[in-house]
């Protein structure tokens, strides 16, 4: 064998490597992602709940006081606050 196919085959072997390195990192994101977005998804599930049981005023505090929410969450908290309390709401929210 001539030695550019040697080096060839050696740069191959080299670039395979790296493809397999990079490829292992990339499942360990996708891994520590979704590990990250089920505590999420949980830590929303408990607020949930809270909110669900608290009274009118703890159910202002929540919403007025929890950081890092998406809009569709908060949308879905507000689908459990009682419609004729909704002023309360809009006035501790214009407040913040």
């Known amino acids: 064998m001539c030695n550019f196919s040697v080096s060839l085959l ?3 072997n080299t670039v395979d490597k ?3 390195k ?3 990192k990339i499942l360990l994101n996708i891994e520590s992602e979704r590990s990250i ?3 999420m998804e949980k830590v929303f ?3 949930r709940e809270e909110f669900i049981n ?3 005023d703890d159910k202002i505090k929540i919403y007025t006081t929890t950081q890092g929410l998406t809009v569709e969450q908060f949308k879905e908290l507000l ?3 009682p419609i004729k309390h909704l002023d309360k709401l809009e006035q501790a929210v ?3």
């Open 18 to 20: 790296m493809y397999t």
């Open 94 to 96: 214009n407040s913040i």
């Open 10 to 12: 050696k740069c191959i």
């Open 37 to 39: 977005m089920s505590t």
């Open 79 to 81: 689908s459990y606050y």
């Open 54 to 56: 608290a009274s009118l």
């Open 22 to 24: 990079i490829y292992k």
């Open 45 to 47: 599930e408990d607020i």
